[in-house]
């Protein structure tokens, strides 16, 4: 976001300007309101790049390594039910939590969540065995709130998910109301009054016409862009968690979430191609992606199970 603040602060440098200024504008009630009207928009802009500037993988990030700590602690957890079910010589109850052990890896996030639960009602059964097995009342509920925080944590990401993709478009659509104010109001008052206002009218241009413009194309910064959407069975249209999705010709790779959400953010402009691949599905046809300064670009894929062999 680092031109978008950048563009913000510009705005913000005409606002000042235009300030030092108040007999320029003393009476001219039209000039006041267009000037008014592009300060709140531009403080609008500014507090919502500010929400912009922390990326989302950070976010993912911390659901990442939350959902590794779970699937470490359902693993100890399944393996003391085990040894309860061998004390009680309970035979469906150890295959069950032989069936917990050996799947940990490859649960999706939701069964993950749902399974740590059904294991935390499990173990809270037996409390006399906590003292010879090694585990306690304490250890259950740490484990069941464990389960808890990731449920909220995969939620908290989705709802931010959604809530990023919307900021981005408010901030297209704020600087189109910005730049609409320059041309059709405070740019031709400049021009119509610099043989009165000198001074104002080159401090202005400096600002609005000159600034950045040093720089050489190759340097100039740009507005960064993301690509994001969802992976989907085609058939029954549910998320697919854990499908890979990567840019092609980059170095650049993802998996999919709980939702069967992806991002790529901080990519600068330019034609992307992305794909897609899971185990247990058809590849799909790779996307071609064409990202504007600030973009944000959807590429959902919904995948085709493969068929069982004919035997």
């Given at each position: 976001m680092k031109s978008a603040v950048e563009r913000v602060d510009r705005y913000k440098s005409l606002l000042r300007i235009m300030d030092l200024y108040p007999d320029a504008l003393n009476g001219k009630s039209e000039i006041l309101?267009?000037?008014?009207?592009?300060?709140?928009?531009?403080?609008?802009?500014?507090?919502?790049?500010?929400?912009?500037?922390?990326?989302?993988?950070?976010?993912?990030?911390?659901?990442?390594d939350m959902r590794r700590r779970l699937r470490s602690e359902f693993?100890?957890?399944?393996?003391?039910?085990?040894?309860?079910?061998?004390?009680?010589?309970?035979?469906?109850?150890?295959?069950?939590?032989?069936?917990?052990?050996?799947?940990?890896?490859s649960l999706?996030?939701?069964?993950?969540?749902?399974?740590?639960?059904?294991?935390?009602?499990?173990?809270?059964?037996?409390?006399?065995?906590?003292?010879?097995?090694?585990?306690?009342?304490?250890?259950?509920?740490?484990?069941?709130q464990l389960a808890g925080n990731f449920a909220e944590t995969m939620q908290s990401v989705r709802e931010q998910f959604d809530d990023r993709r919307k900021k981005r478009q408010d901030v297209r659509d704020l600087f189109k109301v910005c730049d609409?104010?320059?041309?059709?109001?405070?740019?031709?008052?400049?021009?119509?009054?610099?043989?009165?206002?000198?001074?104002?009218?080159?401090?202005?241009?400096?600002?609005?016409?000159?600034?950045?413009?040093?720089?050489s194309a190759g340097t100039a910064a740009s507005e960064t862009a993301e690509i994001s959407g969802t992976v989907a069975d085609a058939s029954t249209n549910l998320p697919v968690e854990g499908a890979t999705v990567f840019v092609?010709?980059?170095?650049?790779?993802?998996?999919?979430?709980?939702?069967?959400?992806?991002?790529?953010?901080g990519l600068a402009p330019g034609e992307y191609r992305v794909a897609c691949s899971v185990n247990g599905y058809e590849p799909p046809a790779v996307q071609a992606v064409l990202l504007v300064e600030g973009?944000?670009?959807?590429?959902?894929?919904?995948?085709?199970?493969?068929?069982?062999p004919v035997t």
């Open positions: 309101a267009a000037k008014g009207n592009f300060a709140a928009t531009t403080e609008q802009l500014e507090g919502i790049i500010s929400d912009l500037v922390y990326p989302l993988a950070f976010v993912r990030r911390a659901q990442i693993q100890r957890m399944s393996r003391i039910g085990i040894l309860v079910a061998k004390k009680h010589n309970d035979q469906i109850m150890l295959s069950q939590m032989k069936g917990y052990r050996s799947m940990v890896y999706t996030s939701f069964r993950l969540r749902e399974s740590s639960f059904d294991l935390a009602d499990v173990l809270e059964a037996y409390p006399e065995d906590g003292e010879t097995i090694g585990f306690t009342a304490d250890d259950i509920t740490a484990f069941r609409g104010i320059l041309k059709e109001s405070l740019d031709p008052f400049i021009q119509i009054n610099a043989a009165i206002f000198p001074d104002l009218a080159t401090a202005y241009k400096l600002i609005r016409y000159n600034s950045g413009k040093s720089k092609t010709a980059y170095n650049l790779l993802t998996e999919t979430d709980a939702d069967g959400m992806y991002i790529f953010d973009g944000s670009t959807i590429a959902d894929f919904f995948l085709t199970a493969l068929q069982s």
